[in-house]
């Protein structure tokens, strides 16, 4: 499996962390850790660049729309 760390700096991750669990749990995609400021994902080699990137957006408006970025 792959791993990938998400860094997002000046929001608290741990408070959005069910919303982060839901969005990156899945048929080969798992959270590995949630910090402050970065999230671990793992994921396996076939795991579609494209919808990594769709959810990695999807958490960063969920951040704006909730004023944390």
């Keep these: ?4 760390i998400i860094q ?6 741990v408070g959005y962390s069910s919303f982060i669990e839901d ?3 899945g048929p080969g995609i798992r959270v590995e850790r949630i910090n ?6 793992r994921f396996k080699r076939f795991f579609p660049k ?7 957006q999807k958490l960063e408006a969920k ?6 970025i």
């Design 1 to 4: 499996m792959a791993r990938k």
């Design 8 to 13: 997002i700096s000046g929001s608290n991750l």
């Design 23 to 25: 969005l990156f749990t």
């Design 36 to 41: 402050k400021d970065f999230i671990e994902i």
């Design 50 to 56: 494209k919808l990594l990137n769709e959810k990695i």
């Design 63 to 68: 951040l704006k729309e909730d004023g944390r």
